[in-house]
Structures are given as structure tokens and as C-alpha cells.
């Protein structure tokens, strides 16, 4: 029986990291919610970090525009997919896939992952083939995996 978009999509796929065998679930709405939400939190922090030496007027308007610009953030929006690019956005996504299945990741073990072009070789070729039509482990041309420099 063919597999069929629905059943493709509530997989989990494995990927491999040294003798570790690493679970990843599809990120559900709340899953996504909760990625905007830390992206909105993080263009806040950046507000708050440059508020030191302002006087309490500058503050005060500071925090209005950002919270403003803040809450105006979505998963579709350019600050978010931004920030999906980088290795903590990247790590975070990650994070919230494998904590499903693996309850004891943390943020931290998923940004070491990152980091690991080994790990991440195996994880974007394992993606690859999730967004495959056919859910099969050869990979298509037009779902080539990212690259990954393997210089230090």
C-alpha cells in the first residue's frame, strides 16, 4: 500500500550522531506557535541588552517600539525565517522535533548538534528524504540537502 502525504507527515525519522540514535517527530501548529513566540522573546531581549546607559524616557520608548515590532513577528514573517537560518534558530526547531521522543534533549544538546557536521550531514539528509514524494531514503535533486563546511 502506498504511503500517502498524511502518513508521511506524522513520521518520526532517525538520524545518527556518534553512537546515538536521534528521534525526530514533524513539528505540529503548537510546535511553530512556540518557535514565533521564542522569536518574539528574542527581539525583545535584544531591545532590553541595548537599554544600558539610557535615561528612563529613551527606555520606555525603546520597549514600546519593540514590543510592538515584537508582536507583530509571525512564523512567516522576515524576522522569524531570519532567524531559522541561524545555528540557534536552527537548534531550537531542532530541539522541539526531538523532545517528543526525547524527553531528556535539551536546547543545549541540540545546539551541540548543530555544530556537528557530521550529525547534521545525516539529519539534512534524513529531512531530504521526509520531503521526498515518495518517503523512500533516496534522495530527489530538488531536495538536495543543505551543505555543511566540514573545515574547523
Same mark, same amino acid.
Given at each position: 500500500?502506498?504511503?500517502?502525504?498524511?502518513? &508521511?507527515t506524522?513520521?518520526? !525519522? =532517525?538520524?545518527q550522531?556518534?553512537?546515538?540514535?536521534?528521534? #525526530?517527530?514533524?513539528? $505540529?501548529d503548537?510546535?511553530?506557535? /512556540?518557535?514565533?513566540?521564542?522569536?518574539?522573546?528574542?527581539?525583545?531581549?535584544?531591545? *532590553?541588552?541595548?537599554? /544600558?546607559? &539610557?535615561?528612563?524616557?529613551?527606555?520606555?520608548?525603546?520597549?514600546?517600539?519593540?514590543?510592538?515590532?515584537? $508582536?507583530?513577528?509571525?512564523?512567516s !514573517?522576515? =524576522?522569524? #525565517?531570519?532567524? &531559522? !537560518?541561524?545555528?540557534?534558530?536552527?537548534?531550537?526547531?531542532?530541539?522541539?522535533?526531538? *523532545? *517528543?521522543?526525547?524527553?531528556?534533549?535539551?536546547?543545549? %544538546?541540540?545546539? /551541540?548538534?548543530?555544530?556537528?557536521? $557530521? %550529525?547534521?550531514?545525516?539529519?539534512? /539528509?534524513?529531512?531530504?528524504?521526509?520531503n521526498?514524494?515518495?518517503?523512500?531514503? =533516496?534522495?530527489?535533486?530538488?531536495?538536495?540537502?543543505?551543505?555543511? !563546511?566540514?573545515?574547523?
Amino acid at each position: 500500500m502506498p504511503v500517502t502525504d498524511a502518513d &508521511m507527515t506524522a513520521a518520526v !525519522s =532517525e538520524f545518527q550522531s556518534g553512537d546515538t540514535t536521534y528521534r #525526530l517527530s514533524p513539528l $505540529a501548529d503548537k510546535d511553530w506557535g /512556540e518557535f514565533e513566540r521564542w522569536v518574539q522573546d528574542k527581539h525583545m531581549d535584544l531591545a *532590553r541588552r541595548n537599554m /544600558e546607559g &539610557m535615561k528612563p524616557e529613551d527606555r520606555k520608548v525603546l520597549i514600546e517600539a519593540a514590543y510592538k515590532q515584537a $508582536a507583530s513577528i509571525t512564523i512567516s !514573517s522576515p =524576522e522569524a #525565517l531570519s532567524i &531559522m !537560518s541561524t545555528v540557534d534558530g536552527a537548534a531550537y526547531l531542532l530541539y522541539i522535533s526531538l *523532545r *517528543r521522543e526525547m524527553p531528556e534533549i535539551d536546547f543545549q %544538546a541540540a545546539l /551541540e548538534l548543530c555544530t556537528d557536521p $557530521a %550529525a547534521m550531514i545525516d539529519f539534512n /539528509e534524513r529531512i531530504a528524504a521526509l520531503n521526498s514524494q515518495d518517503n523512500s531514503d =533516496e534522495v530527489k535533486e530538488d531536495t538536495a540537502p543543505l551543505e555543511v !563546511s566540514q573545515e574547523k
